[in-house]
């Protein structure tokens, strides 16, 4: 699986649109992006994934470069219950092979008021 | 729809004494992960099962953990005899069959301390 390289904090206030940024310039055609969080003492939460194409669910949107090397996290209206840390990891689709899932320290994000 | 059930969440044992830990996934779900996770870091896998069979265990220190999934549906992760570095978070998740992604469900975990 491709590497990422996210900041290890960043803050931003309540309200405000929180963006994200990870980078995985050695992303091979067939990895996919996910998005987890962590809040503390909880397990980890799957929110959102992407292969190419921008997407939006109910909880974020998730921005890809055209050239897949980064992408960006973006909470429109962060609330303190957003404080976390931000996974961000590239694997490829479960059905084309075996692969190790791989989380590194991840982005701390604290919401402030 | 219930989540992933884990037990107990927290243990606290003594060095060389044996510990285990239980987890229900979600129904139906056929792939289920063990993690280890320390503090200030990001959870590592220990093993997959799909189903009742291991699909990677290359991560398990297999000379003191073990886990099993024997019928397919809950799964117990043991560690005999525990050291100080097995302190951690022990996460469990799991995977609906037959995705073509890799939405996995993540239990609330067993946090292990080892004096």
């Known amino acids: 699986d491709a590497k990422t390289t996210q900041p290890p904090s960043m803050d931003c206030a309540e309200g405000r649109a929180a963006n994200l940024p990870c980078n995985h310039s050695t992303i091979s055609g067939n990895e996919y992006v996910y998005w987890y969080r962590q809040i503390h003492s909880q397990g980890p939460q799957y929110i959102i994934h992407g292969l190419k194409n921008n997407e939006t669910n109910e909880m974020a949107s998730l921005i890809i470069t055209e050239d897949r090397n980064s992408s960006t996290l973006i909470l429109p209206h962060a609330t303190l219950r957003d404080t976390a840390v931000y996974y961000c990891i590239v694997r490829v689709s479960p059905s084309g092979g075996s692969y190790i899932p791989t989380f590194g320290r991840g982005t701390s994000l604290i919401v402030h008021p | 729809e219930a989540g992933v059930a884990q037990s107990p969440r927290y243990k606290i044992i003594e060095k060389r004494q044996s510990v285990a830990f239980w987890c229900n996934p979600i129904?139906?779900?056929?792939?289920l992960y063990w993690y280890q996770q320390i503090l200030g870091q990001g959870p590592k896998l220990l093993i997959q099962f799909q189903n009742n069979g291991v699909v990677d265990d290359s991560q398990l220190p297999k000379d003191r953990f073990s886990a099993e999934r024997l019928k397919g549906v809950d799964s117990t992760l043991k560690i005999q005899p525990a050291k100080l570095e097995d302190s951690a978070v022990y996460l469990c998740?799991?995977?609906?069959?037959?995705?073509?992604?890799?939405?996995?469900?993540f239990g609330p975990g067993t946090r292990l301390t080892v004096l």
């Open positions: 129904s139906g779900h056929a792939t």
């Open positions: 998740a799991s995977r609906a069959a037959g995705l073509t992604t890799d939405t996995q469900y």
